[in-house]
């Protein structure tokens, strides 16, 4: 049920599996994969109640942190989330999802060098996520480190060149460099590109009063949720 996003049907399923007679490491996987299923429904609490129990049963499983790290993000309690993101890199340094949410706690935090740590790491276990080179870029905008920023913004373009944020911020730094030629460059493509996008949909949104992702500590972009994948374990309960 989890590979065709039927979380409701999912949780159903582990619901009937916890009533049957495992052994401890299988059911620490049935609420682990549970959490995960209820942090898709937006059911927090649930989720963090069956994360900790996975983790009481079974303390190694890094995707039990990474999950509850998730919902306690989603709860606006950043310093259990911070907490158990840490523990999940900890226990799986690939934890690329980890990386990715801690550091965008730290750079809304202002805490750029951090910030900045966590992307490249991310940037390591995932060399084409164009977010992990965003992020990147941005934090070295924020040291004022504008060669190393450009040079994030250029291979964030590299991996998708029809970023209009990308290019739109890029455009920004030019500014800021003193060349005004490249930077009207990048600005006029960024702004075909979103009409592009508006006149591809029959009710096309209103241009946003400035551009999506400014920057500063309280940019966000959105923090990506435990991945749909199946968890390890989850395929031995069907």
């Not at 059911?43 to 049963?57: G, N, S, V, Y």
């Not at 241009?207 to 920057?215: D, I, Q, V, W």
């Amino acid at each position: 049920e989890m590979r065709t996003h039927d979380y409701e049907g999912a949780i159903s399923e582990f619901d009937v599996a916890l009533t049957k007679i495992l052994t401890r490491r299988m059911r620490a996987l049935v609420y682990l994969n549970r959490g995960a299923a209820l942090n898709q429904k937006k059911r927090f609490d649930e989720a963090i109640r069956d994360f900790t129990e996975a983790i009481r049963l079974d303390s190694s499983q890094s995707n039990a942190f990474l999950g509850r790290g998730w919902a306690y993000l989603k709860r606006e309690d950043n310093e259990r989330a911070l907490s158990d993101f840490n523990e999940a890199i900890r226990l799986a340094p690939n934890a690329a999802r980890a990386y990715q949410n801690r550091g965008q706690i730290l750079y809304d935090r202002g805490n750029f060098e951090a910030a900045l740590s966590d992307f490249a790491e991310l940037a390591r276990c995932e060399p084409k996520s164009v977010y992990a080179f965003l992020m990147k870029a941005r934090c070295y905008v924020a040291l004022k480190d504008s060669d190393r920023a450009l040079a994030s913004f250029d291979a964030a373009i590299m991996l998708d060149p029809k970023n209009a944020r990308a290019l739109t911020e890029r455009s920004r730094l030019y500014q800021s460099r003193g060349e005004p030629q490249k930077s009207a460059a990048d600005l006029a493509e960024a702004v075909r590109l979103q009409t592009q996008q508006s006149t591809a949909h029959a009710t096309p949104s209103p241009a946003p009063s400035k551009f999506p992702g400014e920057l500063g500590p309280g940019t966000r972009l959105d923090i990506a949720p435990l991945p749909h994948a199946p968890l390890p374990g989850a395929s031995e309960l069907s």
